[in-house]
């Protein structure tokens, strides 16, 4: 570390890698509440260097310490913590690799890096016994990787069930409460600013099945990558499936699901995997509208656990940003280190059709004698049970009605039963001339009714 203070306290050396949304909000708190830090690490937080790339844009930095070469700042003697707030892989994963060999500790909100790379940034923290902290990648403000990897290291995780993203948690709850449909509601969330002006990470959940993946290694100290997760994303949700979804006291929800699956043989597994849902109105995550967040928990010991929060957003990344700036500069002040990562469980991931859940099938078929009995057969063939059928009449407009057949809408709630199966039974069903179309096919979450 570099010179002392006038206290002879020697400051903890800081170096910010981007100043966007999150990492100008940082730098902010961090100079504004330099005191209040400070006493709370043992020492001052010193901001040694912050990369950009426009050197020119005046962001109430002292200019000196901003440059265009991040890798200058990431081995410096004088800089102890890396926090990377650029986003991307390719950039900022040899910085970081690079300042975790040289013994710098490492806090990062990049949940599209851990999710790929967490393995070899813990070796590389490993080689030099230093921290690797990213509690800003999960869930944004939430405290849910201190408690996973601190407050819950003596428990048995057996399920995490979370809604992690906000775009699409604000998507859904408007769709759900004003009828509008998705392209509508996906336009209003882009002109408030919810939505990037690119939405693919987020509508088609490939940003919540990287937070998956870091939740999944976590809690079943095991490794689980992007690409393991399983992931649907909401673009296909329409208002005929909340209505679908009211008749049944529930609504849609976005969910990240983590738990771990019994395999037929005894052995363990992991399943991760994100798709839309019908959650119970009484589920505790039902609850949670707009751009909130929230994570639930279920543990052997401690039982069912909620953390609930703003996701996304400066100000509040910014908060479990500083919280790990300040864990890993009082390990550097006292020369102690986090929990690191634990995989020793090396638990296998599960594939899909090792899934059971319970399914929604929604299907136009033709209204006439023997239709019901076939579709129940169908079921009944691959050994999917039925817990509810619910049957409407199609209306058609007037100028179609001379064409049409008299069609129903047939609603089919499953019990427990596994994605082959179900995948199974609607491909017959499809190919059956009386089902004019499979309209939707969605699971159900959120209840322990088998
Ligand atoms: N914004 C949020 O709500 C939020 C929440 C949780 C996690 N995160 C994560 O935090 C990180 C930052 O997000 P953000 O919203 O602040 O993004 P941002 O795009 O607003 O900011 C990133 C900044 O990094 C700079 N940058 C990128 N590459 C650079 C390079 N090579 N050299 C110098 N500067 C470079 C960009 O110019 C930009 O200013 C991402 O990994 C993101 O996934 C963001
Ligand atoms: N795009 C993310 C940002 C937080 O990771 C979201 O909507 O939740
Ligand atoms: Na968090």
Do not use: W
């Not at 981007?18 to 901001?47: F, Q, S």
């Not at 967490?118 to 016994?129: G, I, K, Q």
């Not at 707009?290 to 052997?300: I, M, T, Y």
């Amino acid at each position: 570390m570099s010179d002392a203070t006038a206290s002879g306290v020697r400051p903890v050396g800081v170096a910010v890698l981007g100043m966007g949304t999150v990492g100008t909000e940082v730098i902010r708190y961090m100079t504004e509440n330099a005191e209040a830090l400070a006493a709370r690490i043992g020492a001052p937080l010193a901001l040694r260097g912050v990369a950009v790339r426009d050197l020119t844009r005046d962001r109430g930095v002292d200019p000196e310490l901003l440059t265009a070469d991040p890798a200058s700042l990431v081995s410096r003697e004088d800089v102890d913590v890396v926090v990377e707030l650029m986003g991307g892989i390719d950039v900022p994963r040899p910085l970081l690799l690079e300042a975790l060999r040289h013994g710098k500790a490492v806090v990062t909100a990049n949940k599209a890096l851990l999710a790929e790379y967490t393995d070899e940034l813990a070796e590389a923290a490993d080689s030099t016994r230093t921290d690797l902290y990213f509690e800003a990648a999960v869930a944004g403000a939430i405290p849910v990787i201190g408690p996973l990897r601190r407050s819950m290291a003596g428990d048995q995780v057996e399920r995490v069930l979370g809604i992690v993203n906000g775009t699409t948690n604000y998507i859904l709850s408007a769709m759900g409460s004003t009828g509008a449909d998705y392209a509508e509601t996906l336009a209003e969330a882009s002109r408030l600013g919810y939505a990037e002006a690119d939405p693919t990470a987020d509508v088609e959940g490939y940003d919540a099945a990287a937070k998956a993946a870091i939740l999944a290694s976590i809690a079943f100290h095991s490794r689980v990558t992007a690409g393991d997760v399983y992931r649907e994303g909401i673009s296909r949700i329409s208002p005929d499936d909340f209505a679908s979804a009211r008749d049944m006291d529930c609504t849609i929800k976005l969910l990240a699901i983590c738990e771990k699956l019994q395999r037929e043989d005894g052995t363990e597994a992991v399943s991760a995997r994100v798709y839309p849902a019908l959650l119970p109105n009484t589920h505790p995550l039902a609850t949670v509208n707009g751009a909130f967040n929230a994570v639930v928990v279920e543990a052997e010991a401690a039982g069912r656990l909620m953390f609930y929060g703003q996701g996304a957003g400066g100000s509040p990344t910014a908060s479990a940003v500083l919280g790990d700036m300040v864990a890993a500069a009082r390990n550097k002040v006292d020369s102690g280190r986090a929990p690191g990562e634990s995989t020793y469980a090396a638990l296998p991931v599960a594939s899909m059709d090792e899934v059971s859940t319970r399914y929604h099938v929604r299907m136009r078929v033709a209204d006439k004698p023997g239709v019901l009995a076939l579709v129940a057969a169908e079921f009944s063939r691959h050994g999917v049970s039925i817990a509810q059928v619910r049957q409407t009449e199609v209306e058609f407009p007037e100028s179609e009605m001379d064409d049409a057949e008299p069609t129903a809408e047939l609603t089919v709630l499953t019990h427990r039963a596994s994605e082959r199966a179900l995948a199974d039974t609607v491909a017959a069903l499809s190919d059956q001339d009386a089902v004019s179309v499979i309209t939707s096919v969605i699971r159900l979450e959120g209840v322990d009714t088998e």
